[in-house]
C-alpha cells in the first residue's frame, strides 16, 4: 500500500515537472536559450593537426583589434600572411561565426583562416558581434558595417591588406548576417528598405561565401512537424532575434531572406552545407536564385544517401566533405579574389 502511494506520489510530482518545464518553454525564450548557447559555446579542437602546425609557421594573426561600434563584442582578429615584402599587400575576407545568433565567438573560424592566408594569401578579418537576445535584429547587420568602416577608415594600420579586393562570409548565422550586408551593398532598393547606407564600392566587392548559412529564413515557417529539432531551435532564435513570439508573422523573416532579394549584381558566390540538422534547402534556394540572376554560383551539397552530414561539417577537417570543401573554397577564391 505504501508502495503504491509512493508510486502515486512520484508520479504527480513528475507530472508537475513536466508542465512546469512546458510552461517554461512557452511564456519565455530563456530555457530554449540556455540550451543553444550551451551547445554552441565550445572551444572547436584543431582537426587537422598536421597541416595547422604548417599554417602556423607561416601566419601572422592580430588578436583582439577593437573597432569602433555603439554595440559590445566588438572585437576582431586579423590573420594574414608572414614574409610579406614592405609594400605587398593581400586581399581580404571579413568573415562572422556562427553560433545560432545567440552564441559563438570569433576564434571558431581559427583554422580554416590559417589556411585561407596560408594557401591563398588572403587575409581574413574575423569579427565578434553582440549576441541576442541583448541585441536583436539587424543589430548584427549594422555592426558589421561598422567593422568594415572601421578597418577602411584606419587601413593605414594594416598595411598589407589590399581594400580593393574585399569578400564577406560566415558559418551558420554568420552567413545569413554577412550575406544580408552583401544585399545592401548591392540592392540599392534594399538598402534603402533597410535604411543602411551601401560602404562597400561595388568594384571592390569580389565574392561571398556561405557555410551551412540560413539563407532563404522564410522557409523555416514552413518546417514540418515531424523536424521537432529545427522547429524548437528555430522558434528559440527567432524569438530572440526579433523579440517576438509570433515571429512567423514579423515582416523581418522575409526581409532577412538572402534569396529573396539577390539582384544581377550580387558577387560570385560560393554556397555549401550538409545534409542533417542545417539548412541544405535554403542554400540551393540561394544557388537557384542567383543562376536565375546569372551570377557566377558554386554549391556543394549532399543526398541522403550520402550519409550525415551535419551542420558546420566544412571546419571538421578530418572528414574528406570538408577537405572537399576547403579545396573548393581555396580555388572559388583564386578565382574571384586574385
Known amino acids: 500500500m505504501r508502495i503504491k502511494t509512493w508510486l502515486k506520489w512520484l508520479g504527480g510530482m513528475l507530472l508537475i515537472a513536466v508542465i512546469t518545464v512546458v510552461i517554461a ?8 536559450t540556455k540550451l543553444i548557447q550551451f551547445a554552441f559555446n565550445r572551444e572547436v579542437p584543431i582537426r587537422d593537426a598536421g597541416h595547422f602546425a604548417q599554417a602556423k609557421e607561416t601566419v601572422n594573426v592580430v588578436k583582439n583589434e577593437r573597432y569602433d ?39 571558431l573560424v581559427n583554422e580554416f583562416a590559417h589556411y585561407v592566408a596560408t594557401k591563398e594569401h588572403i587575409a581574413v578579418i574575423s569579427a565578434n558581434y553582440e549576441l541576442a537576445p541583448e541585441l536583436q535584429y539587424p543589430g548584427q547587420v549594422q555592426q ?32 545569413q548576417i554577412a550575406g544580408q550586408f552583401v544585399l545592401i551593398q548591392t540592392n540599392p532598393a534594399y538598402a534603402k528598405q533597410m535604411n543602411m547606407p551601401a560602404t562597400v564600392p561595388m568594384d571592390r566587392l569580389k565574392a561571398f561565401i556561405s557555410y551551412s ?53 550580387f558577387p560570385p558566390t560560393y554556397i555549401t552545407d550538409g545534409n542533417t540538422f542545417s539548412f541544405p534547402e535554403q542554400g540551393k534556394a540561394l544557388e537557384r536564385a542567383l543562376k536565375a540572376k546569372h551570377v557566377p554560383v558554386e554549391g556543394l551539397f549532399f543526398d541522403k544517401d550520402h550519409g550525415d552530414i551535419y551542420h558546420e561539417y566544412q571546419f571538421s577537417y578530418h572528414l574528406k566533405e570538408a577537405q572537399q570543401a576547403l579545396d573548393e573554397t581555396l580555388l572559388f577564391l583564386r578565382d574571384y579574389m586574385k
Do not use: C
Not at 69 to 90: C, E, G, M, R, W
Open 25 to 32: 518553454f512557452e511564456v519565455s525564450p530563456k530555457p530554449g
Open 69 to 107: 561600434s555603439k554595440y559590445a563584442q566588438n572585437t576582431f582578429d586579423i590573420y594574414y600572411p608572414k614574409n610579406l615584402k614592405k609594400h605587398d599587400q593581400v586581399p581580404v575576407i571579413f568573415w562572422l561565426h556562427g553560433g545560432g545568433y545567440l552564441a559563438g565567438d570569433k576564434s
Open 144 to 175: 558589421l558595417e561598422d567593422v568594415y568602416r572601421y578597418v577602411t577608415e584606419n587601413a593605414k594600420k594594416y598595411p598589407y591588406i589590399d581594400f580593393t579586393k574585399v569578400a564577406f562570409g560566415g558559418d551558420s548565422a554568420g552567413a
Open 213 to 265: 548559412g540560413p539563407v532563404d529564413l522564410q522557409q523555416l515557417k514552413t518546417l514540418p512537424a515531424t523536424n521537432l529539432f529545427m522547429k524548437f531551435f528555430a522558434r528559440t532564435v527567432a524569438w530572440d532575434l526579433i523579440g517576438d513570439k509570433e515571429w512567423k508573422q514579423h515582416p523581418a523573416v522575409d526581409e532577412a531572406s538572402i534569396a529573396q532579394h539577390v539582384t544581377a549584381d
